[in-house]
């Protein structure tokens, strides 16, 4: 078990790395490439194709698209409109090429479009897409999901992160009998009623204090702090003593970007909670099987007492879990009086990609393959950006990511909002042209892959020193 050191990396501000004797493994699936260099590709930009699309799809779907980060408004024109993924490369319509650290929002940390994830999704197929029954495919990915995440001894499969997470606010209620939760500014627990509030992501990138259509006595339970502020947790349970059912959080926060816990706080929520009564809840969705093979909580050694998870574990399809401690799961219907259910919940094909993803991850010197690329890459654009005299920070742990531009440190969304964000457009529509896909918001995690090879690191701090000069 990795232990957070706390220690800030040199040039970075809150990046905490747990030491390692493994040394990193090269990645052997780097992704077959069109042969266009960056150079080349630069004179052929054009985003004719995506733009045709785009306009078309804004007379179709709200805003043209069907999850508000990806339309762009943060950093200016139009969202790229993408035609396939391979490893860690992304290709537009128009026929551009793309180093992606988004990885579809977290999912792709082995990679797009893997090549075993393909062969055993090809399987899975023939023998059906849904059975509404059953199967056993669930049974390998809860016993997978089961030995590897600290706190979970029983799982329950959903669809997406949202649902993780309205299932286990629904859970921890109906287990303390209590209907008060805690919930971070800036952390972002899916887009249900009672989580909108303070919200990170999509809601802090366009600029909604809360979203119109959430009724008042959906959030009168929710209380919110400052992350990484233990006196206000503590204020909040001494003004509402045996009211509050647990506390919800980011183990790290990837919605506000990225913004680690500082050493110790984790161990405070451990502890408050236990003395009050109440669950601790890590929302793993991000960083589960991603900051290590058992999520922060084996990462930082702090168990909660439920976790949700997604992302990963469906291998780039549609999937969420929640789970935790027996005695509290067993609340959940069948087993218990907890109603919550799901037409696709466990389908045959999210459990396959997310058995095939999980598998690769296992294999010795993932993380630590991770962890060198990611520290390479933060470590480039940080200190890129200050040589040409940006106010920048960053930080990282394992193959999630993020800078923000302010001197930092930025230990909460306070702290995030700081950020330069005009700059930050200047610099994601330069990085854009230099055929490097970032997040298109401030306010979000990066991601690299298992597929991300030294050689894209280097072509994309390279391309950052030569953006960093232009805006
Ligand atoms: C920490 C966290 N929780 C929950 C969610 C919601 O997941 P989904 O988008 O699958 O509904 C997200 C999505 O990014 C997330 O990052």
Redesign the pocket.
Same mark, same amino acid.
């Given at each position: 078990m990795a232990a957070a050191s706390g220690v800030g990396v040199v040039g970075l501000t809150v990046a905490a790395r747990p030491s390692s004797s493994k040394l990193p493994r090269p990645c052997s699936r780097v992704p077959v490439r069109m042969s266009v260099s960056l150079d080349e590709k630069k004179k052929a930009f054009t985003l004719q194709k995506s733009e045709e699309a785009f306009n078309a799809a804004k007379e179709l779907m709200p805003g043209g698209v069907n999850s508000p980060v990806r339309a762009f408004k943060s950093v200016g024109g139009q969202p790229i409109v993408m035609d396939s993924v391979k490893g860690s490369c992304m290709w537009d319509i128009d026929g551009n090429e793309y180093i992606d650290y988004v990885g579809s929002? +977290?999912p792709a940390i082995i990679g797009h479009a893997d090549d075993e994830v393909l062969a055993a999704l090809a399987e899975t197929m023939k023998k059906g897409t849904s059975f509404g029954a059953p199967c056993l495919l669930e049974n390998v990915l809860a016993e997978m999901v089961v030995s590897a995440v600290p706190c979970i001894e029983m799982v329950r499969f959903v669809n997406? +992160?949202?649902?993780?997470?309205m299932g286990v606010l629904r859970l921890a209620r109906a287990f303390t009998r209590r209907e008060k939760i805690i919930k971070f500014e800036g952390?972002? $627990? +899916? $887009?249900a009623d009672p989580f909108l509030v303070k919200a990170g992501?999509g809601v802090a990138t366009l600029g909604l204090p809360d979203s119109p259509g959430v009724p008042r006595a959906a959030t009168i339970d929710t209380l919110t702090a400052p992350f990484n502020n233990i006196s206000a947790v503590e204020e909040l349970f001494e003004t509402h003593k045996g009211e509050i059912a647990g506390i919800i959080l980011?183990p790290v926060v +990837?919605?506000s970007g990225y913004i680690a816990p500082k050493p110790g706080f984790l161990e405070a929520m451990r502890k408050i909670t236990k003395d009050n009564d109440a669950l601790l809840i890590f929302?793993e969705?991000?960083t589960g099987f991603r900051l290590s093979y058992g999520g922060a909580q084996e990462y930082f050694g702090v168990i909660p007492d439920l976790t949700?998870l *997604?992302?990963i574990i469906g291998g780039g399809l549609p999937v *969420?879990a929640y789970g935790g401690r027996r005695d509290i799961v067993e609340m959940v219907a069948p087993a218990g009086p907890m109603y919550q259910a799901g037409t696709l919940s466990g389908n045959p094909l999210a459990m396959t990609a997310g058995i095939h993803t999980l598998k690769r991850l296992k294999e010795p010197g993932s993380y630590e393959y991770l962890d060198k690329v990611t520290d390479e890459l933060v470590r480039g654009i940080v200190d890129a950006g200050k040589k040409a005299g940006h106010a920048i920070c960053g930080g990282y742990i394992r193959g999630m990511f993020g800078f923000f531009f302010t001197e930092g440190p930025v230990y909460n969304f306070s702290d995030a909002k700081k950020s330069d964000t005009e700059k930050f457009a200047r610099f994601y529509q330069g990085m854009l042209r230099e055929g490097v896909y970032f997040a298109p918001s401030q306010f979000e995690a990066g991601f690299t892959s298992l597929a991300h090879s030294p050689e894209d690191i280097k072509k994309t701090v390279a391309a950052a020193e030569k953006v960093f000069q232009q805006i």
């Open positions: 929002w +977290g997406s +992160g949202t649902e993780a997470c952390c972002y $627990h +899916g $887009h992501s980011e +990837g919605n929302d969705v991000m949700t *997604g992302k *969420g």
